[in-house]
């Protein structure tokens, strides 16, 4: 292993720790936050409320150096809501641009289905051009610029389905689900005393890791993780496996494989690892290829789920030794 990945592995394990402070019981989300931020891409988050999504990521942007902000969807939010707008200043008889919440490093989209198409569109942007246009000129954002956005998995009315092109933005789609009877313990535990999951974050507890501008230079060090040539034929037949399901009625497209390679290579580096494995590929098929693919409407009303198609289709495909 080289000095470089032993750096990397050894800030994500204090960035683990970290977010422990905070976060109960949740590890595998944190995890998977964690691939999306150091792959540079962004993740859907579902779960009920109540659940920590908003704490987790003002801790990930606390611990890791980064701006926070969120937004809280609605059906009458505008674009310029998100990207901001120019404002007459009659002192200076000029217009300013008034920042919208979309110029920070980590947002997080509340509730992302209840916006209509057109400000979802303005996301769109943000999300794969990492810029904004208001009155037709363009402003960068912060090239950490994350978007971690939330659905609510029960709660449907009054709420927009995301277009196929902004689900596919999203690196990962992460099942965020209530915490077990020992974690939800350990919480009612702490909110009797001081260091309920709240206060510590805002009490300085928790401490920065590294800062905003180290994370493109941790970034470009996933580029010295191997990925076999027979892990990437994997990859690839396990994405072309969903073009010729039955059950499926519209496969993954190229960008999954690309998801692939990068997400595998930073889960690699979170197990410890200079080299990606077969069980990386499936330990994170599920999440890349769920919110990608629709399932025939036969087979939907037989009651089959994305998960179950997904599973059967790895189990179809020849691993690689």
Known sequence: ???????LTEILERTRNEIRKVIIGQDDVVDKSLVVIFTRQHALIEGVPGVAKTLLVR???KVLGCDFRRIQFTPDLMPTDITGTSVFNLEQGDFALMRGPVFT????ADEINRAPAKTQSALL???QERAVTIDRETHALSPNFTVFATQNPIEYEGTYPLPEAQKDRFLLKIAMGSPDRDSELILAQRMLGSDAPERVLES???EAVISESD???LRGTLEEIVVR???LGYIVDVVQGTRKTDSILVGAGPRATQAFVLATRALAA????????????????????GHRLILRPEHEIEGVTVEEVIQRLLEEIAVPR
Not at 1 to 7: G, S
């Open 229 to 231: 040539e027979e892990v």
């Open 105 to 108: 490093s980590f947002l997080l």
């Open 270 to 289: 979170l197990s410890g690892r200079d080299f990606v494995t077969p069980d990386d590929v499936k330990a994170l098929a599920a999440p890349i290829l």
């Open 204 to 206: 300085g507890v928790v």
């Open 215 to 217: 994370l493109d230079e």
């Open 125 to 127: 942007q943000a999300m």
């Open 1 to 7: 292993m080289t000095p470089n990945i032993e750096r």
């Open 59 to 61: 801790t990930l942007a």
